[in-house]
């Protein structure tokens, strides 16, 4: 992918995320916390619920790498969650660098809420040029951020580099599934001008051209399946409170567009997991 391609992707994330209807959809529907896809213990489970045990497991292969004396890269991090998860239960520094000003405003106000901002730094800033020296952070973590990516090549190579000698990648990423054409997820893409998925093969072949080792993917596509529908069914059921948050025509877009997701990972065209890797001794 060309840098202009990059560039054009980092303009789309920072106008997506920082528009009030997303923001009020993110607040009211996922619970303005961890915004990505959940682990359900039941069909009927809540999203935020749901959301956090992604972040616990995500977690757990990490945690050999966590603790007082170490520092994690949280790229993309949204508002904030699993950067607040990981300081508050490892007691480690992180650095979260994301590309949204309305988002990392609302992440610093609730680390101080939360007497973690001694621990959590807030970086306004592209993955795409991660602004720090090579082999600085112990743990580089992201969850549903690379799909952002215009260049999810330069983007893993950048994780890469900043990775500290035995240091962990974690990441989870919503995909399309390998054989799946461009096109068949063009619509579902639509509201999240995003241009297309990467696919689990993708990630694979490059974390591992990389030089990284100990590469393993946990795949949980059934998980996006029923993290859509508690979506779908969500904002059917509190649509007339989202209207006093969002705009009519966004919810209406929401409407029309979350079901789409429903059936892409009903008929096997979009998978979702949590990678794993580690930077070479």
């Known amino acids: 992918m060309s840098h202009e391609s990059a560039v054009a992707a980092a303009e789309a994330a920072r106008r997506y995320y920082g528009t009030g209807d997303?923001?009020?959809?993110?607040?009211?529907?996922?619970?303005?916390?961890?915004?990505?896809?959940?682990?359900?213990?039941?069909?009927?489970?809540?999203?935020a619920v749901a959301s956090r045990r992604a972040v616990e497991l995500a977690a757990d292969r990490v945690a050999g790498r966590l603790g007082p004396e170490h520092t994690v890269l949280d790229l993309g991090s949204g508002y904030g969650g699993p950067a607040r998860y990981l300081a508050g239960r490892f007691g480690c520094r992180v650095v979260a660098l994301n590309i949204s000003p309305t988002q990392n405003a609302r992440h610093r106000d609730t680390n101080v809420e939360a007497g973690l901002d001694g621990l959590i730094e807030v970086v306004t800033g592209s993955f795409q040029d991660i602004p720090y020296?090579?082999?600085?952070?112990?743990?580089?973590?992201?969850?549903?951020?690379?799909?952002?990516?215009?260049d999810r090549r330069q983007l893993l190579a950048e994780a890469a580099r900043v990775?500290?000698?035995?240091?962990?990648?974690?990441?989870?990423?919503?995909?399309?599934?390998?054989?799946?054409?461009?096109?068949?997820?063009?619509?579902?893409?639509?509201?999240?001008?995003?241009?297309?998925?990467?696919?689990?093969?993708?990630?694979?072949?490059?974390?591992?051209?990389?030089?990284?080792?100990?590469?393993?993917?946990?795949?949980?596509?059934?998980?996006?399946?029923?993290?859509?529908?508690?979506?779908?069914?969500?904002?059917?059921?509190?649509?007339?409170?989202?209207?006093?948050?969002?705009?009519?025509?966004?919810?209406?877009?929401?409407?029309?567009?979350?079901?789409?997701?429903?059936?892409?990972?009903?008929?096997?065209?979009?998978?979702?997991?949590?990678?794993?890797?580690?930077?070479?001794?």
């Open 133 to 150: 020296p090579a082999g600085q952070f112990d743990v580089v973590w992201s969850q549903e951020a690379f799909c952002h990516s215009g």
């Open 163 to 281: 990775l500290a000698p035995e240091g962990d990648l974690v990441f989870t990423d919503l995909m399309a599934a390998d054989g799946t054409p461009p096109e068949a997820l063009r619509s579902v893409l639509a509201r999240l001008e995003v241009a297309e998925f990467a696919t689990p093969s993708f990630y694979l072949r490059e974390i591992a051209a990389l030089g990284l080792t100990h590469i393993d993917f946990d795949d949980r596509s059934e998980q996006a399946l029923t993290h859509y529908l508690r979506l779908t069914e969500e904002t059917r059921r509190r649509a007339d409170e989202l209207r006093d948050v969002i705009d009519p025509t966004y919810l209406a877009t929401l409407q029309e567009n979350l079901p789409l997701w429903v059936d892409a990972c009903r008929s096997g065209r979009m998978t979702w997991g949590i990678f794993h890797c580690r930077r070479a001794a």
């Open 22 to 47: 997303v923001d009020g959809f993110y607040r009211a529907v996922w619970g303005g916390e961890d915004i990505h896809t959940g682990v359900y213990a039941r069909a009927d489970e809540s999203v």
